[in-house]
Structures are given as C-alpha cells and as structure tokens.
C-alpha cells in the first residue's frame, strides 16, 4: 500500500513522459489497454463501415451501427452477460447502440486460501482483494473508460458506483453480486433504460436502481 497512489505519477504533458517518484510504483495497462485499442480500431472503421461490433478477449467490446440479419435489421447489437462463476449461464441481455461496454470481475482471474475464493482484483485503500461483487460490466461512448470504469465499480461496491452514475448519466452498469441466501444472485441495473435490457435468467433477483437514482 505504501507504493498505491496516483500521487506517486507525475506526467509531464509538456514532453509527453511519465516520472515515478516511489521506486516501487509500477503501471499496469491492463485495465483500459484492451479498450484504448478497440477506441481506435473502431474510429479507423468507422470512416467506411456503418455497420460493425469488435471485441478484445470478450470483456471488452466496441459496437457501431445495427445487427444486419438476413431477414432484417435489428436495433443495435445484442450481447449476453454471463453469470461470473457459472459462465455457461446468461443472465441478461444488452442492446448496445453505438457504445462500448467492458466487463471486470473473478471469473477467470482469482486465488483460494484457505477454503475461500478471492479475486484478483485488490482494494487499493486495503490491499485486500474487493469481495463485494462479482462483476461489473459497464456500458459508455468509450472503450477505455468502459474497461477503466468496470475495475473501478468493482472496487467501489455497489452504492458509491449508483453515486458515481448519478453524477454522470452518460454511464450505465450492470453489477453482479452475491444474493444474502447462499448461492444466490443478484444483478443490479444502474442507469439502464427499459428497452436497453432483457432478463435471460429466472434464478437471480433483479435490481433496478432506476428510481433510486431519480430521487438521490
């Protein structure tokens, strides 16, 4: 934790170059590196294809245009988010409309001691790995801030992100979580519009944050 901390970056725009002032402080892109390539992917396809979506590594997606089926053209394109621990389970569906959306959570990434599952993902005000949620998907006009924003909720726990997409209504979230009982699941909704979603999954309890977010 002694080494944690955007005060240890200083970046010179002058010069474009990046100075550590903690001799332990290390940068690690991975959490909007994905992202900043689909960004610029999508604004070379973008000046002669209406029409695409493209991914990196799945967690991170970049979507233009509609679906175009043989039989018709469907509004957007449509993605599933699958449950984090049960990945052959979809929980629901997303119509992304020219936005991105970017995924973080311990699927794939994580350790056991002891019995019990952590993620890899650390709560840099501990340096303990974040247990509130499960996943967090996030839905935006960019990429990169998709992937940034999805580690940083997963950080955050569920009602500082509900603050966090108060104060900026061009976000929107998926947040998959640990029901009380055990072995059960809860999919918060943050900032989602009723014709942007559809529940897949009869097995998870859904949250709609929809007017909690107008009455804050």
């Known amino acids: 934790r002694k080494a944690v901390g955007s005060q240890w970056l200083k970046v010179e725009h002058s010069n474009r170059t990046v100075r550590f002032e903690h001799p332990d402080l290390e940068i690690n892109l991975g959490s909007i590196g994905k992202g900043f390539a689909l960004d610029r992917c999508g604004a070379c396809l973008a000046v002669d294809v209406d ?109 500082r992100t509900v603050q966090f997409i108060k104060d900026n209504p061009q976000v929107r979230a998926v947040l998959v979580c640990s029901g009380e009982r055990s072995g059960a699941t809860d999919v918060h909704l943050v900032g989602l519009s009723d014709d942007s979603w559809k529940l897949l999954s009869d097995t998870v309890t859904l949250i709609d944050h929809g007017t909690e977010l107008a009455g804050m």
């Open 51 to 159: 029409d695409f979506i493209i991914h990196g590594g799945y967690s991170s997606i970049l979507a233009h245009g509609n679906r175009q089926l043989a039989s018709e053209a469907r509004n957007g394109w449509q993605i599933a988010v699958r449950h984090p621990l049960k990945p052959q389970q979809r929980l629901i569906e997303l119509t992304l409309n020219d936005c991105a959306a970017g995924t973080s959570g311990s699927a794939n990434q994580f350790f056991s001691h002891q019995g019990k599952r952590y993620s890899h993902l650390l709560d840099p005000r501990t340096g303990w790995p974040a247990e509130e949620m499960l996943s967090a998907t996030v839905l935006s006009s960019s990429a990169a801030d998709s992937d940034a924003l999805a580690t940083a909720f997963f950080v955050m726990g569920v009602q």
